[in-house]
């Protein structure tokens, strides 16, 4: 997610190489590695603790973590970087990175909670001036096939620079409720596909993330066509050269006959913004009258 300035990539880039102490792994053996990476501890807590509006109970997971600690154990002992072997094609690869992340995510979250945003958890005090969620992002420090990095990092380096689909910015949650809604099943490589472009539906027809105002002439989209426009446009015209690309072009792949035909009434609009929802994705904090905006 963007969080950081184009100005501070360089620092970014350094911080990124120091080492910081990572999150903990549980004290206990490790079930034997299975031929093929196995995603089914995830899926188990996503089925338990996630709802139907990609909302997370994080108080009763805190209170019962051991399918989490499991699968974040899996994740520490191999990726396909270390076991080669257990991931033959790139949607075997891509699925362990997606899961890697969200799961990741969340147990980042545990670390810290209760918290209200993921912009609760700052930087390095004497590193006040990064931005605030650098804290989260950058200096929460996660391992995944023994080598230990940053959320940042794993986003930015591993998975956009290595998988040119971006749908993947409908598949990675980040804790908080301007991100897509967290799935309640993981990610696997024999449906990844349909998987992906399922998410892309779902985040395309929620209005919180596509709004078309006819009385202002505006089209509304969520701010992550904002930050990685360049990831879409730069698909759109690898998939239809020749064609004009624009973001409402890449959006019309995604949504019903209807809403095309809807957005072919809407050449003439201004394309603007809608602003990010940083609170956290807490099925409790959610259904509280008092949850303040953050």
């Not at 950081?4 to 206990?28: E, H, N």
Request: charged share 20%; with cysteine; hydrophobic share 35%.
């Amino acid at each position: 997610m963007r969080w950081f300035s184009v100005s501070t990539l360089p620092l970014l880039a350094l911080i990124g190489c120091t080492t910081i102490k990572p999150l903990s792994v549980p004290q206990q053996p490790l079930r034997e590695i299975q031929p093929t990476f196995s995603h089914e501890d995830f899926d188990r807590v996503l089925h338990r603790f996630v709802d139907d509006q990609g909302q997370v109970d994080y108080a009763a997971l805190k209170r019962d973590s051991g399918d989490l600690e499991r699968y974040y154990s899996l994740l520490t002992t191999c990726s396909p970087d270390s076991c080669p072997s257990l991931f033959p094609t790139e949607a075997n690869k891509l699925a362990y990175w997606l899961n890697a992340y969200n799961a990741a995510v969340i147990k980042t979250v545990l670390t810290h909670y209760p918290i209200s945003s993921v912009g609760d958890i700052k930087p390095p005090l004497l590193l006040f001036f990064l931005p605030q969620k650098s804290g989260f992002f950058l200096f929460q420090r996660v391992t995944f096939g023994g080598k230990t990095t940053s959320l940042y990092f794993l986003e930015h380096w591993v998975i956009r620079r290595r998988f040119a689909d971006p749908r993947v910015h409908f598949a990675l949650n980040c804790a908080s409720g301007g991100c897509p809604r967290l799935p309640r099943q993981a990610f696997t490589a024999e449906h990844l596909d349909e998987q992906l472009a399922h998410e892309a539906h779902k985040f395309l027809t929620e209005e919180r993330n596509l709004k078309i105002s006819h009385q202002e002439k505006t089209v509304w989209l969520s701010s992550i066509f904002d930050w990685y426009e360049s990831d879409f446009l730069t698909w759109y015209r690898q998939q239809f050269p020749g064609r004009k690309a624009t973001l409402l072009d890449y959006v019309t792949l995604y949504v019903s006959p209807e809403k095309v035909e809807e957005l072919g009434r809407t050449t003439s609009y201004t394309v603007r913004f809608i602003p990010y929802d940083w609170r956290l994705n807490d099925r409790i904090l959610r259904n509280s009258p008092f949850l303040p905006g953050i």
